[in-house]
């Protein structure tokens, strides 16, 4: 029962290195996102998949870029880290019932310090 | 915009309270409504769902209702242990139905011995 599986669990970066974050999901779910969790801000999301090939922006996208070429993966680019992206970051998958409920599981997060 | 808002921001209880969290959200559209629990470094693990046919769903001494009319959530914990401090977050789905959750901010929970 592997769920949601990101890695690395811990990065350290230095200014201006470029490195992906890596998600992938073995439930077959249509829907992927990440957010990022920071004190005080809680959680927010930087970008969100609705299925293969579709991709869009959250509430903090700046910064990043995604890319969904299959259901199961959705790796989180960050194309000059910066100190400000030190966060913990966060994948989810979810999946729509016929009823219209949705549920969401979440990978255990990569702890990313930028410095 | 969507909002989820929770109250309070902390709580700390001696051993064997009861308790409840509160959960409020502003679309009363939403289908349904997800608790879930964060250790400290650790991820988030999903407690219960309320779908959008219940008004609650209950897992062993944790009870959550949902009441969309009013557009509050509570999370009852019975017999509260030292093991259930964690934070608690709820999270309400956008209603564009992309998989996108809203977040309150949570509750920090400290159940003292």
């Known amino acids: 029962n592997a769920g949601v599986t990101q890695t690395p669990k811990f990065q350290v970066l230095k200014t201006g290195q470029s490195m992906t974050l890596q998600c992938a999901q073995d439930?077959?779910?249509?829907?992927m996102s990440w957010y990022r969790q920071d004190p005080g801000m809680g959680l927010r999301l930087i970008h969100y998949?609705?299925?293969?090939?579709?991709?869009d922006q959250g509430e903090v996208p700046n910064g990043y870029n995604v890319s969904r070429s299959t259901t199961e993966d959705f790796p989180l680019r960050l194309l000059s880290a910066a100190p400000s992206q030190t966060s913990v970051y966060f994948c989810?998958?979810?999946?729509?019932?016929?009823?219209?409920?949705?549920?969401?599981?979440f990978g255990q997060g990569t702890r990313l310090t930028v410095v | 915009k969507q909002e989820v808002t929770q109250i309070p921001a902390a709580l700390s209880v001696p051993e064997g309270e009861n308790l409840v969290l509160n959960c409020s959200f502003t679309?009363?559209?939403?289908?349904?409504l997800q608790w879930f629990r964060q250790d400290p470094g650790k991820g988030l693990t999903s407690l219960l769902l309320?779908?959008?046919?219940?008004r609650e769903q209950t897992s062993g001494r944790l009870n959550a209702s949902l009441d969309k009319s009013s557009g509050r959530s509570t999370l009852y914990i019975a017999a509260s242990q030292p093991g259930d401090s964690a934070t608690y977050l709820c999270?309400?789905?956008?209603?564009?139905?992309?998989?996108?959750?809203?977040f309150g901010q949570g509750t920090t929970l400290q159940v003292k011995p």
């Open positions: 989810a998958s979810s999946y729509r019932s016929v009823a219209g409920d949705t549920e969401a599981f």
């Open positions: 439930m077959n779910h249509e829907y």
């Open positions: 998949s609705v299925g293969a090939g579709i991709t």
């Open positions: 679309d009363s559209a939403i289908y349904n």
């Open positions: 309320i779908q959008s046919s219940q």
């Open positions: 999270a309400a789905p956008s209603i564009s139905n992309t998989g996108k959750l809203i």
